[in-house]
């Protein structure tokens, strides 16, 4: 990156406040930060540290039911406290910039592209909508955008969520910011995807010298993008670093053991059992209107195993469980549950079908009715299914709560806007299970959480796979994942199956070649990889999103 140079961003002695009932509590504790131009800031710490909060404060913005109650935020000089909400209102966008987690939740579905780009620039007086325009489609193809001339002209739903990730960014650059915040922009794609989108972000705040504060919880992918590492704690800094040195001899206890994490590995399990499968998709094509998306995929899965699906966004994962599920009617194939084929449809299968076959969703926010408190959300499906009532209900639910790990008595009358992360997803794993399965499928479940968070999910579904016989069909972009929990690897890539077979097997060479680029493009803790794997990449005539885009 290029060299760096006087102050920007000072932020002293932070405290931020969130409104619990009639009282404020804090969640961010007299915090310090420092940012020089076209320097890059990493924040990292498990759920509830703080890190959005914090990158949001750099706005001088605090979300509903927060307030920030102490410390100065000082932006090139300007107090964001003390000014008025007019000047901040012109700082945000033109010259302060935040690229959110999900960019398919912050475009708006009935504009197109280039519009929102033109947007910021125009309101702000930086440029007219002709030149805005213009300007798209120069940043769309420094952001390595397919067809970055017509690009733009598409709907958010008409590109994939690397491309539209990547058109975000291009966005936040629109006004040339000083300064961008990154809130965990990779964390939910796949990894081919996000070394194009990291990539690009790497180059477009390097060529504009743009500062910017990465909030993320994975550390190898920080360790590729930040000069500098905070580490939060509850609101609190832990410590602070340059990367090298952060990475190679972090101080403190706590830090130790956030590079220790993902030192959970499902035993090895003896062979299936049974001779028939819990499930089988057999010869299975489907797809939308006249375009088949998946085409002559097979596989099985077996009681106590658990079969990963991987692939890069379009291969074909979350369609295979949507045809599974009855959502999507195959057109050729069919899926079969203990050796019975199961209706193509789920409005044509049997209570008692449904009702072995459930689902755990990535996203616990938008899966779990907000107004419903966690008794309903869990005792529903029990009194659906199993048809109990009163107080064999309310046992059942407790059961299924103390089964995940959650004190029944504090947790069965909450909404789900006051648990953690963690604690909805557990919640989801409660409801799937209270239908009494045999088959869940676990769609991303842990791309969402921070890496300690994700350890105790995984860990609970393995406790609850053997204590019940279940089989899993694990969605999953993250390798890693698929080294803890797996039994079987399927690999898909453009709606076929391109390899399949035992883990062991799938991380040792010789490998199909996606298979290959699957496994390269795994961040590694360490600070030179991403640049060493584009020079190789280049080098040997791939782009680094030869797969990604």
């Not at 199961?342 to 459930?358: K, N, T």
């Not at 199956?497 to 199909?512: R, S």
Request: hydrophobic share 40%; aromatic share 6%.
């Amino acid at each position: 990156m290029s060299e760096k140079g006087g102050r920007l961003l000072e932020i002293r002695g932070l405290w931020i406040e969130g409104q619990a009932d009639e009282d404020w509590v804090p969640i961010v504790k007299g915090v310090d930060l420092t940012l020089d131009r076209g320097e890059v800031l990493g924040l990292i710490g498990e759920s509830g540290a703080g890190k959005s909060t914090i990158g949001l404060a750099a706005m001088g913005y605090a979300r509903d039911g927060c307030r920030i109650s102490g410390g100065e935020i000082l932006f090139d000089g300007i107090d964001l406290r003390a000014a008025s909400e007019a000047t901040r209102r012109s700082l945000r966008g033109r010259r302060i910039a935040y690229v959110a987690q999900s960019a398919a939740a912050s475009f708006n579905p009935a504009h197109r592209l280039i519009a929102q780009y033109a947007e910021g620039p125009v309101r702000h007086g930086v440029m007219s909508a002709a030149e805005a325009e213009s300007d798209a489609v120069d940043l769309y193809a420094r952001m390595r955008l397919p067809d970055p001339e017509s690009i733009g002209f598409r709907y958010p739903h008409q590109v994939s969520g690397g491309q539209l990730q990547r058109a975000m960014t291009a966005m936040a650059m629109a006004c040339r910011p000083d300064l961008i915040i990154f809130d965990e922009p990779t964390t939910a794609l796949d990894v081919t995807t996000q070394i194009e989108v990291l990539s690009a972000i790497r180059d477009i705040v390097d060529r504009f010298d743009t500062a910017a504060i990465y909030i993320t919880h994975d550390l190898a992918v920080v360790a590729q993008m930040a000069d500098r590492i905070k580490v939060l704690l509850r609101g609190e800094e832990v410590e602070e670093a340059d990367t090298r040195t952060m990475l190679a001899t972090p101080s403190e206890d706590y830090t130790r053991s956030l590079w220790a994490v993902r030192s959970f590995a499902r035993a090895e399990q003896p062979p299936a059992r049974d001779a028939t499968a819990v499930l089988s998709v057999e010869g299975v094509t489907a797809g939308y209107d006249r375009l088949d998306v998946l085409r002559d995929v097979s596989f099985d899965i077996h009681a106590r195993r658990t079969v990963a699906v991987v692939g890069e966004s379009g291969s074909g994962k979350s369609t295979t469980a949507r045809v599974i599920t009855g959502l999507l009617p195959p057109r050729m194939g069919e899926v079969r549950f203990e050796g019975t084929p199961l209706p193509p449809g789920y409005r044509g299968r049997s209570r008692d079908q449904l009702r072995q076959i459930q689902m755990i969703y990535q996203m616990a926010d938008t899966a779990l009715n907000p107004k419903l408190r966690i008794r309903d959300l869990i005792g529903r499906p029990a009194q659906m299914y199993l048809g109990l009532r009163g107080k064999r209900l309310e046992e059942r639910v407790r059961d299924l709560l103390s089964l995940i790990e959650l004190e029944p008595d504090a947790h069965i009358d909450r909404l789900p806007s006051e648990l953690s992360g963690g604690q909805k997803q557990r919640i989801g794993i409660a409801r799937a299970l209270a239908a009494e399965p045999r088959f869940i499928i676990c769609d991303e479940v842990t791309s969402a959480l921070d890496q300690l968070v994700a350890e105790g999910i995984l860990r609970l579904l393995d406790k609850l796979q053997g204590e019940f016989d279940l089989a899993y069909m694990f969605i999953t972009h993250d390798l890693a994942t698929v080294r803890a929990i797996a039994d079987e690897v399927v690999v898909m890539k453009e709606g076929r199956v391109v390899e399949q077979g035992p883990k062991a097997d799938m991380f040792q060479p010789p490998h199909h070649p996606y298979t290959e680029l699957l496994l390269s493009s795994v961040p590694e803790m360490d600070p030179d990889w991403l640049t060493d794997l584009l020079e190789r990449r280049e080098a040997g005539g791939a782009g680094a999103g030869a797969a990604g885009t």
